[in-house]
């Protein structure tokens, strides 16, 4: 069956870096597009990074532009997420996920990593 397990995670202070790694099994990350979400308790889920076309096509989403990087390693089947500059705002639960590239729906989903930013 499909996993993704998430690493990384951890405390930091601000401005703080950390680097989060999902493991896929089951599942070949570049037959479809991959993706990085977090959620804090009483919000919903936010998309973070996608990244797809073997790697070629990433990008992070506006509240995190410019300070996080998705990246990939097809040879490892694992998907990361550089997280630089951050921010106490940034406290969350990220989860790794496999998206359709049609429509970006989320197919599966990992347990999460917990990212907590704070002095």
């Known amino acids: 069956q499909v996993q993704l397990v998430e690493s990384g995670g951890g405390s930091v202070q601000p401005g703080g870096s950390l680097k989060l790694s999902c493991a896929v099994s089951?599942?070949?990350?570049?037959?479809?597009?991959m993706g990085w979400f977090r959620q804090v308790p009483g919000k919903e889920r936010e998309g973070v990074a996608r990244?797809?076309?073997?790697?070629?096509?990433?990008y992070a989403f506006d509240s995190v532009k410019g300070r996080f990087t998705v990246s990939q390693d097809n040879a490892a089947n694992t998907v990361s997420l550089q997280m630089n500059s951050l921010r106490p705002e940034d406290t969350a639960m990220y989860y790794c996920?496999?998206?359709?590239?049609?429509?970006?729906?989320?197919?599966?989903w990992g347990q999460g990593t917990q990212v907590t930013v704070s002095s």
């Open positions: 990244i797809y076309n073997l790697g070629r096509i990433a």
């Open positions: 089951g599942y070949t990350i570049t037959s479809n597009c």
């Open positions: 996920a496999v998206l359709s590239c049609s429509n970006w729906v989320t197919l599966y």
